[in-house]
T-cell receptor, first 113, second 111 residues
Framework: DAGVIQSPRHEVTEMGQEVTLRCKPISGHDYLFWYRQTMMRGLELLIYFNNNVPIDDSGMPEDRFSAKMPNASFSTLKIQPSEPRDSAVYFC???????????FGPGTRLTVL | GDSVTQMEGPVTLSEEAFLTINCTYTATGYPSLFWYVQYPGEGLQLLLKATKADDKGSNKGFEATYRKETTSFHLEKGSVQVSDSAVYFCALRGGGFKTIFGAGTRLFVKA
């Protein structure tokens, strides 16, 4: 079975550029989560969706961050404009309602120069 | 609000040593408790879980018991291997669908 798929795995960009991270959840899962991981702040929940609808975006750090889920099999996290402090590993995870376990993708390592 | 506190790392052990990583939680109601593991360069993956008081989760030689009286869920393994070197996250899920993760504990196992 395919797990959660994220692309790209690595992204290097310059400050001010737009960055788009992509996620394909496990088929049939109806919850999708975006996390950010840094050494300083650990693992932070940015936003999560249920049935493609954003439920809680209180963790999104600034208006520069936005996330969409146009259908059940695809989500994007966009940063515009990017800043060096956005450098982190971004994880997508999915789960099935009624189940406790989240399944994580391999992450996208973002470096903003 | 709900929270998870786990021991700071890194923890460095020799192969075949006994491992304990402490985890305590604060939550209303009866949360489910988890340990996730993150190997270098990978995402988190579920190691074990327990959904009610006195339940013991176990997997790959690791165990943790849901202790409601002490609000704890300590991770243990009797004999660690070099391949167990990773970051371990304690987590809880309460009434909603958000999972609250601890800060993570890095484990190094030396041969």
């Amino acid at each position: 079975d395919a797990g959660v798929i994220q692309s790209p795995r690595h992204e290097v960009t310059e400050m001010g550029q737009e960055v788009t991270l992509r996620c394909k959840p496990i088929s049939g899962h109806d919850y999708l989560f975006w996390y950010r991981q840094t050494m300083m702040r650990g693992l932070e929940l940015l936003i999560y969706f249920n049935n493609n609808v954003p439920i809680d975006d209180s963790g999104m750090p600034e208006d520069r961050f936005s996330a969409k889920m146009p259908n059940a099999s695809f989500s994007t996290l966009k940063i515009q404009p990017s800043e060096p402090r956005d450098s982190a590993v971004y994880f997508c995870a999915s789960s099935l309602a009624g189940a406790d376990t989240q399944y994580f993708g391999p992450g996208t390592r973002l470096t903003v120069l | 609000g709900d929270s998870v506190t786990q021991m700071e790392g890194p923890v460095t052990l020799s192969e075949e040593a006994f491992l304990t990583i402490n985890c305590t939680y604060t939550a209303t109601g009866y949360p489910s408790l988890f340990w996730y593991v993150q190997y270098p360069g990978e995402g988190l993956q579920l190691l074990l879980k327990a959904t009610k008081a006195d339940d013991k989760g176990s997997n790959k030689g690791f165990e943790a018991t849901y202790r409601k009286e002490t609000t704890s869920f300590h991770l243990e393994k009797g004999s660690v291997q070099v391949s167990d070197s990773a970051v371990y996250f304690c987590a809880l899920r309460g009434g909603g669908f958000k999972t609250i993760f601890g800060a993570g504990t890095r484990l190094f196992v030396k041969a």
